[in-house]
Nanobody
Framework: DVQLQACGGGLVQAGGSLRLSCAAS????????IGWFRQAPGQEREGVSR????????YYADSVRGRFTISSDSAKNTVYLQMNSLKPEDTAVYYC?????????????????????WGQGTQVTVSS
C-alpha cells in the first residue's frame, strides 16, 4: 500500500521558516504528482504547491509564491516544502497528497478531488 508520511510542522514566529517533508512509500508506478494542501479551522482545504516527481516542475498558490519552495528527491520519493517568511495566515494543518494519474499541470482542484493518497497532516502555527 502507498503511504505518505508528512512531518516538519511546528510553532514559529512570523518571519521564520519551516521545512516540511512528505515521504512516500509503496509507489508502484513511475509517475506521481505530489501536492501540499493546508486547512485552517473553519476553512476549506486549499492547495499550496504541487510537483510531479518525473519532471520537477513546481506550481504554487499565489498566496505563497516567492516565499515557499517545493522540491523533490525522486530517488527517495520525498517532496519537501521550504516555507520562508511565514505569516500568521499560514497557520494550518498541512497535508500532502499523491496521485499517479493527475498531472501537476492540471491544477489544485483536480488533485484535491482525485488524489488517491493523503498523508496524516502536520500542524504549522505561526505566531505574530
Amino acid at each position: 500500500d502507498v503511504q505518505l508520511q508528512a512531518c516538519g510542522g511546528g510553532l514559529v514566529q512570523a518571519g521564520g521558516s519551516l521545512r516540511l517533508s512528505c515521504a512516500a512509500s509503496g509507489f508502484t508506478k513511475h509517475y506521481y504528482t505530489i501536492g501540499w494542501f493546508r486547512q485552517a479551522p473553519g476553512q476549506e482545504r486549499e492547495g499550496v504547491s504541487r510537483i510531479t516527481l518525473t519532471d520537477g516542475i513546481p506550481y504554487y498558490a499565489d498566496s505563497v509564491r516567492g516565499r515557499f519552495t517545493i522540491s523533490s528527491d525522486s530517488a527517495k520519493n520525498t517532496v519537501y516544502l521550504q516555507m520562508n517568511s511565514l505569516k500568521p495566515e499560514d497557520t494550518a494543518v498541512y497535508y500532502c497528497a499523491a496521485d499517479p494519474d493527475v498531472p501537476a499541470s492540471d491544477g489544485f482542484d483536480k488533485l484535491r478531488r482525485w488524489a488517491l493518497y493523503w498523508g496524516q497532516g502536520t500542524q504549522v502555527t505561526v505566531s505574530s
